[in-house]
């Protein structure tokens, strides 16, 4: 009688605890849904801390006066609004997509001359997408705990 007693008392034990939400299910404080739309969800940052760190990036590695980061960002907007646009319209078509990015980058490069002054500048603003990608990823993979899974295959 006292083991059947032990085994009832056990079983509700663990019903009750399975019958529990999980942890990230659970209704959330406003303190965290305050920390959530600071961040973005689950602790990742929202896309303004994403752009403000690009900018912040992009400033550092041009080493852009004011003056310069005045005149430049307007200049650098203008082709991220491009490539969006090119992205969108001719993403079916790979040589169009090509040749369209091609000349909006040659825009780019003839419109950064006088405000970077130097083609080496020039061509490190060029590159620069690329560099904070690439920091972006391995920010993320670190963040994870390890290396990002492996491509999909098609």
């Given amino acids: 009688m006292k083991y059947l007693l032990y085994t009832l008392a056990l079983s509700m034990v663990m019903i009750t605890t399975n019958a529990q939400r999980p ?3 659970r209704p959330r ?3 965290q849904s305050t920390k959530d739309n600071e961040r973005g969800h689950q602790g990742r940052p929202n896309r303004a801390n994403i ?3 690009k900018t912040k990036f992009i400033t550092d590695q041009l080493v852009l006066t004011p003056q310069e ?3 430049f960002w307007p200049v650098y907007n203008e082709y991220k609004n491009g490539m969006r646009t090119i992205y969108k319209e001719k993403k079916e078509n790979e040589i169009e997509l090509q040749e369209a990015v091609l000349t909006v980058r040659k825009k780019l490069a003839a419109a950064l001359k006088p405000i970077l002054k130097s083609d080496t500048r020039i061509n ?3 590159k620069i997408d690329k560099e904070f990608l690439k920091k972006m990823k391995n920010e993320m993979t670190h963040r ?3 290396p990002p899974p492996p491509p999909r295959r098609d």
């Fill in 124 to 126: 490190d603003a060029l």
């Fill in 69 to 71: 980061a005045e005149a």
């Fill in 23 to 25: 942890q990230e299910r």
């Fill in 29 to 31: 404080t406003d303190e």
């Fill in 144 to 146: 994870r705990g390890g």
């Fill in 51 to 53: 752009e403000m760190f």
